[in-house]
């Protein structure tokens, strides 16, 4: 496993709470701010009858590798004996101390065939760690005789010092696990799409909203008619949704009415779970393997985050230390005089942070704020990047710089005009820019390339658009078209 350390390092962030979205063409952009109420109503859907509570217990030993065995609780409520039985069932073998905590325990990884062992340190321990009922945080039980029965998720884990278990809940706090096998899935959202898909389980998917259109088999699916569409990302369609069947509905908790469908599909008996709004890279990868796990996925899921993880690593390695604090940049949506821009609240503020550059934009008032033209002159970045699958394509990029507004040609990204940095991300390529999907990765590659193509020991990427994978070295395989 690669050190994935740096994706939870405690880099800057404004309140997660303030959510905006804004898709254009294939994602219907326009500008959702979510703020703080959104969030408090998010994690108070549904009663004690709504809620899902999966019987079973957890063996989690980090970066995504779990092991979920379901327990009727009639055969036990003991965490000490439901540790046992799930080793039993997963081959799964360990040592524990005079009191029964595990202090070393061994599995097999996603692979199946390697053997992965967690033994105890100074820095890194296995505890019984347990969800409240009314709560959504994990802590570290003091004692292991407690009633399983009792909790929301019960996980035998090891943990790093100050760090928490895999999560283990979905955007409305219910359990992600215990879920019947999924044959026939629906998707309300290109990004609950884009997951599946990463899955390997595009054949499983029977409908989707509008806008879904990778990967290709999804394309497809609906051209064939095997996959329905069942409304807009907005306002998805609760009858098309029940007139399929569906074993399994996900939904994006960044839109507030897939969370009100989802508390509706739960009263009605049919299974949903519940994405966050991809704030940062870590959020992403928790988004995968929820979706994995409410599938059964789990071990694809750890191999999905696994690659991603390793891909954005080497990108962050080869940009460590190039970027001076006088290297800025601001990402918009559009070339407007005043558009919309990426703050530090968002999955592209963080993988700026993370490939070590300073965004312009704080997210101290939305995640996408409007920016109004005197902002840009105030804050001058060397580069600006432009995300635009509607109006220009790759090859538009000269009758893009031509057409910029006044104030950002007084900008230092742009210049006197002759070697302008200021760079364009369009059709598919900016498609998959407005989701916070597995192919985050990619787009990490392609922001990394513009900004720092000497770190690539290439030439400057101008412009992507659809044939942006063909563009990519160490992401190329990581688009997870299947």
């Known amino acids: 496993m690669v050190d994935n350390d740096w994706i ?3 880099r800057a962030r404004t309140d997660p709470s303030s959510r905006a979205l804004r898709m254009k063409i294939y994602l219907s952009i326009a500008v959702l701010l ?26 989690d030993f980090g970066d995504y590798l779990t092991y979920w065995s379901d327990i009727d609780y009639e055969e036990t409520e003991d965490p000490k004996e439901m540790l046992d039985i799930c080793c039993g069932l997963n081959n799964i073998t360990y040592t524990a101390d005079e009191s029964g905590i595990p202090t070393s325990v061994t599995g097999l990884y996603y692979d199946g065939t390697t053997e992965w062992t967690r033994t105890n340190t100074d820095t890194a321990s296995w505890g019984l760690w347990l969800i409240d009922k009314g709560s959504n945080s994990f802590y570290k039980s003091q004692r292991i005789d407690v009633d399983a029965s009792d909790y929301k998720v019960v ?31 629906v998707t309300l959202s290109p990004v609950c799409t884009e997951i599946v898909g990463a899955m390997r389980a595009s054949s499983s998917i029977v409908g989707t909203d509008m806008y879904s259109d ?46 009100k469908m989802a508390n509706t599909l739960r009263n009605s008996n049919i299974n949903a779970v519940v994405i966050n709004n991809g704030d940062d890279i870590e959020t ?18 750890c191999q999905v985050n696994d690659i991603i993880t390793k891909d954005i690593e080497q ?25 919309y821009a990426a703050s ?26 409007q920016v109004i033209s005197s902002k840009i002159l105030d804050w001058n970045p060397s580069v600006m990047i432009v995300i635009d699958n509607g109006k220009y394509t790759e090859d538009d990029y000269d009758t ?83």
């Open 34 to 59: 979510v703020g703080g109420v959104t969030t408090a109503l998010i994690h108070n859907v549904g009663t004690g009858a709504t809620l899902y509570q999966a019987e079973g217990i957890v063996v």
């Open 8 to 10: 939870r390092n405690d």
């Open 344 to 369: 530090t609240a968002t999955y592209i503020g963080d993988i700026l942070e993370m490939l070590g550059w300073t965004n312009v934009v704080s997210g101290t008032v939305s995640a996408w704020p």
């Open 155 to 185: 996980a035998w884990a090891y943990v790093e010092d100050g760090e928490e278990p895999t999560v283990s809940l979905d955007a409305t706090g219910n359990s992600i696990y215990g879920y019947s096998g999924s044959t026939g899935i």
């Open 315 to 339: 990108v962050r390695s080869l940009m460590e230390g190039r970027a001076s604090p006088s290297d800025t940049v601001m990402v918009t949506l559009g070339t407007d005089a005043s558009p």
């Open 400 to 482: 893009m710089l031509s057409n910029l507004p006044a104030v950002w040609k007084q900008t230092a990204a742009y210049g006197d005009g002759s070697d302008p940095h200021i760079y364009l991300i369009s059709e598919d390529a900016a498609s998959m820019a407005q989701r916070y999907s597995p192919r985050i990765a990619q787009l990490t590659e392609i922001i990394a390339r513009m900004l720092d193509s000497d770190a690539f020991g290439s030439s400057q990427m101008y412009a992507v658009g659809d044939d942006y994978q063909d563009l990519l070295t160490i992401t190329a395989d990581a688009g997870f078209d299947q």
């Open 214 to 259: 990778y990967p290709s088999a999804v394309r497809n699916g609906k051209n064939s008619g095997t996959i329905k569409e069942v409304g807009t990302y907005t306002d998805p369609s609760y009858e098309s949704i029940v007139d399929l069947n569906p074993d399994l509905v996900i939904c994006d908790g960044a839109q507030y009415s897939h969370v």
């Open 284 to 301: 992403v990868l928790n988004n995968i393997y929820i979706v994995a796990c409410a599938m059964g996925y789990n071990l694809r899921g």
